[in-house]
């Protein structure tokens, strides 16, 4: 069954560099996605690719069946729920969600 | 920026009754979606359309019908509910390409159904 496998939580100290890590069992995956969701607002897209890829302070590393989002110099607003999604050449259009990382930084 | 606008934020219905969320999208995209979030659960797929009139079941159908008359607007719909279907529900639109596209969220409705 295609699936995608993240932890519940991860916990940082502000200004650390905090790693969700996600990896999957997806025929023909090609692509990651990683979303941020803030509770009462829409999933928003960070970073997407192929490849190792960056935005900001988010970078994505990328191997065939897994990958990490790295956020430098967390913050206490970057608490939140942090999504790996996957996309198939089976369906270009339907990705396909991990159930969601809740993120936790210290002060 | 893509805009998907569902019409309600917060709603509360009661069992049996038949409830309609909407969403819309402003910027022409060919696949719309349908999703609940739940808690430990994440994102789980309802039903997704990828042209007017088209649809097809995404992970956790039952107890939902959609419907897509026109290309920006998707709706889905509760039969009958029930408590069970109390959750957040989201909406999410996309447009078609070889490259696997980003899905472009709304703010989602919480239903309550009592």
């Known amino acids: 069954k295609d699936q995608v496998f993240q932890p519940s939580t991860v916990a940082s100290s502000e200004g650390a560099v905090v790693e969700i890590f996600c990896n999957h069992s997806?025929?023909?995956?090609?692509?990651f996605f990683w979303y941020l969701h803030f509770p009462g607002c829409a999933p928003r897209l960070l970073v997407k690719?192929?490849?190792?890829?960056q935005q900001g302070r988010y970078n994505m590393t990328y191997e065939r069946f897994s990958s990490s989002l790295l956020i430098l110099q967390v913050r206490e607003a970057d608490a939140a729920v942090y999504y790996c999604a996957v996309c198939s050449m089976d369906s270009s259009y339907k990705l396909i969600f991990g159930s969601g990382t809740r993120l936790l930084v210290r002060p | 920026d893509v805009k998907v606008t569902q019409s309600s934020r917060y709603l509360v219905k009661r069992t049996g009754e038949k409830v309609f969320l909407e969403c819309v999208q402003d910027m022409d995209h060919e696949n719309m979606f349908w999703y609940r979030q739940d808690p430990g659960l994440g994102l789980r797929l309802i039903y997704f359309s990828y042209d007017v009139k088209m649809k097809e079941k995404g992970d956790i159908p039952e107890g939902y019908s959609v419907s897509r008359e026109k290309k920006e607007r998707f709706s889905l719909i509760l039969e009958s509910a029930s408590t069970n279907q109390t959750s957040m529900y989201l909406c999410a639109s996309s447009k078609t390409g070889n490259s696997g596209q980003p899905q472009h969220f709304g703010d989602g409705t919480r239903l309550s159904i009592l």
């Open positions: 690719g192929s490849k190792p890829s």
């Open positions: 997806v025929s023909n995956a090609y692509n």
